[in-house]
């Protein structure tokens, strides 16, 4: 359903879906901080404990997330999107009862996780494959603009407010500011006015497993996503989401001393590289094209993550907010642009496959990586860890050099399948 409206500020449904996306984000930000910092500072975890426990929640984009993909492509997107957020309502709402309760325990974390990822994966490939759908192809680059800068509000607000909720209240009363937003964004999905279209009929006798071998040959066999995906899915295994994830917080608390509240804060100043990425993104494309903004900003994430080692407790703050900024600049440019790409190149009847390709390629790698860094902290120390979080962020750059990313100029206007050739413009 293609809107007529000249602006999607002017587009109801598509504002309850920023807004909730924004109290979604705003809620995951804080449980990213405080989930581990319940971990660490009310149950004593080690380091190795912290990464598997980040490595859990997203596991399920290793062993679900491709027959997810066609799962999601069967059904419709909205009701998907509100199960999920109410079952991780659900879920979350858990640590703080058993924390009232005085039965908290770190194994109970793992579980909450585990099914907060398998949720999660399911709402972000409903959720990706639901806005073409909802604002129509010709406003996706603008759609997936301010909804990267949804998520920027939530992660400028989400860490400073979790590490001052658990400062001031305790890790576990975060952690339910978390569960209240997923019911808050499922409530916000729920008012949404506009008739879904009905998914594409599937053929007679198709099978999961050939959805499935379609989607990984729609991503893997493509000129444009097979790179895309590569850059994104090493980026993951060693950035701030796989072994960065790992040991941050924990080289934050322990190496650099810094109290939760000022990490929070840190975390959030930094996380405006990803507004100011949000908001240039456009200028950058219009002035050089997509494919350099898309190499650039894969190119600029490695030297800004080679700064993390480089902090000190005296230099703790600018250091790491010059780094996170860095990083969040990159991010935002890099993510806008990809996701505006494979959703206008992809048919729609495939667009949840799709994404779940790219989801178990990107997000698969986390767990991997959560559980290498938390691995390698002990023998290695979270300092060295980071350098090697820097190291293999820059070769993660390497596929989209390449001419065929680097030298597309527009995303082009409909499906490209992977024997055509792609027109540089």
Same mark, same amino acid.
């Given at each position: ?43 004593? *975890? ?44 659900? *879920? ?96 916000? &999905? ?109 190119? &600029? ?125």
């Amino acid at each position: 359903m293609t809107s007529t409206v000249p602006t999607l500020w002017r587009h109801p449904d598509f504002l309850r879906l920023w807004a909730a996306q924004a109290v979604s984000v705003l809620g995951s930000q804080i449980t990213e901080l405080a989930l581990p910092l319940a971990a660490i500072t009310v149950l004593g *975890a080690t380091p190795f404990q912290v990464g598997l426990l980040a490595a859990t929640q997203y596991v399920p984009f290793l062993v679900i997330g491709l027959p997810a993909g066609a799962w999601v492509d069967r059904l419709p997107r909205r009701p998907v999107m509100v199960v999920a957020d109410l079952v991780r309502f659900a *879920a979350l709402l858990v640590v703080p009862l058993a924390s009232l309760g005085g039965v908290l325990r770190l194994w109970m974390l793992y579980p909450t996780a585990l099914v907060v990822g398998v949720m999660t994966v399911f709402f972000d490939l409903a959720a990706q494959s639901f806005l073409p759908t909802l604002i129509g192809e010709d406003q996706l680059v603008d759609g997936n603009t301010k909804l990267q800068m949804s998520s920027t509000a939530g992660q400028l607000a989400g860490p400073g407010a979790g590490g001052l909720l658990v400062q001031w209240l305790t890790a576990p009363v975060a952690v339910l500011a978390n569960s209240i937003g997923f019911a808050l964004s499922a409530l916000l &999905l729920l008012l949404l006015r506009g008739r879904e279209a009905p998914s594409p009929p599937r053929a007679a006798g198709s099978r999961l497993t050939t959805e499935i071998r379609e989607g990984l040959r729609s991503v893997l066999g493509h000129p444009l996503l097979r790179p895309i995906a590569l850059t994104a899915g090493l980026g993951n295994l060693f950035g701030l989401f796989g072994m960065g994830q790992a040991v941050l917080v924990l080289y934050g608390v322990r190496d650099l001393r810094l109290s939760p509240a000022v990490l929070g804060v840190v975390l959030a100043v930094a996380n405006a590289g990803i507004l100011a990425g949000s908001l240039l993104n456009a200028r950058l494309t219009r002035l050089r094209g997509v494919g350099p903004a898309l190499a650039g900003s894969a190119a &600029l994430m490695g030297p800004a993550l080679l700064l993390l080692p480089l902090a000190t407790p005296g230099t703790a703050v600018p250091v790491l907010g010059l780094a996170m900024g860095l990083a969040g600049f990159s991010a935002a440019v890099f993510n806008v642009n990809q996701v505006s790409l494979r959703q206008s190149v992809t048919p729609a009847a495939m667009r949840g496959r799709m994404t779940a390709t790219f989801r178990f390629v990107n997000w698969g790698a986390v767990p991997v990586g959560t559980f290498l860094g938390g691995a390698l902290a002990g023998p290695l120390g979270l300092r060295n860890v980071l350098w090697l979080v820097g190291a293999g962020s820059l070769l993660s750059a390497l596929p989209v050099l390449g001419r065929t990313v680097r030298s597309l100029r527009e995303i082009p206007a409909g499906p490209v399948h992977h024997d055509q050739e792609v027109a540089h413009v």
